[in-house]
């Protein structure tokens, strides 16, 4: 079974600082790997993928993030934060193996603060 | 290019009762998905439907039903609601021959159960 585990439920950083969420996965075969943003009251918007073309994958809004097999992780990354970019972040893993087991399972998410 | 819409935006029930939800998938995609976010959690995968059958299934009891039509639209049926049920119910949408199977989702219901 996949799981993904998000280190840090909360994360604060200045405007303008280097933003680092971290997302760890647990599976047999290195998965698709997804990172989407929730901001208040909305859904759920897709950021980046991995699909194994590239380890690393820019996204949209200036967010890239590296997969890297030895360390079963997929931390996503921007090097400015803007206020914008406060809102909850979930990384999510989704199976290669078999083309007929498709959900999504996701980590339990980031909450991003951005301090002016 | 349509996104993915829901209906309705909120929603209240009582105890007991049952509710419908409904999402239509983004132009062009044939894959939805239905997940259950409760409050201050990651979403929860409910079930898929493709081809108008359900393909994949959580870990959720029968009370969950769903029903895709064949314009591709879905349907979330709970029965007998319980306290419990209260969450953001999110629709995604995909499309079966993309390998990586990137889903899309849409604004959420928000169901309250009272």
């Known amino acids: 079974a996949q799981s993904v585990t998000q280190l840090g439920s909360h994360v604060s950083v200045s405007e303008g600082a280097l933003v680092l969420l971290r997302c760890n996965y647990s599976?047999?075969?290195?998965?698709?790997l997804f990172w989407y943003v929730q901001y208040p009251n909305q859904g759920l918007q897709l950021l980046l993928k991995?699909?194994?073309?590239?380890?690393l994958v820019k996204g949209i809004n200036g967010f890239e993030a590296e997969f890297k097999k030895s360390e079963t992780s997929f931390h996503l990354t921007k090097p400015s934060a803007h206020m914008s970019d406060a809102a909850e972040y979930f990384c999510?893993?989704?199976?290669?193996?078999?083309?007929?087991?498709?959900?999504?399972?996701f980590g339990s998410g980031t909450r991003l603060q951005v301090q002016p | 290019d349509a996104g993915v819409t829901q209906s309705p935006t909120h929603l209240i029930k009582t105890r007991g009762q049952q509710v419908t939800l409904r999402c239509s998938p983004k132009?062009?995609?044939?894959?939805v998905s239905w997940y259950q976010q409760a409050l201050g959690q990651g979403p929860q995968f409910i079930f898929q439907?493709?081809?108008?059958?359900?393909?994949q299934r959580g870990n959720f009891p029968d009370r969950f039903s769903g029903h895709q039509f064949p314009n591709y639209s879905s349907e979330l049926n709970v029965n007998a609601l319980l306290l419990g049920d209260s969450a953001l119910y999110l629709c995604?949408?995909?499309?079966?021959?993309?390998?990586?199977?990137?889903?899309?989702f849409g604004p959420g219901t928000r169901l309250t159960v009272t």
């Open positions: 995604a949408s995909s499309l079966v021959r993309v390998r990586s199977h990137e889903q899309y």
């Open positions: 599976s047999s075969v290195p998965p698709y």
């Open positions: 991995y699909t194994s073309a590239a380890t």
């Open positions: 999510a893993v989704s199976s290669v193996e078999d083309t007929g087991r498709r959900a999504l399972t």
């Open positions: 132009s062009g995609h044939d894959t």
């Open positions: 439907y493709y081809e108008e059958e359900e393909r």
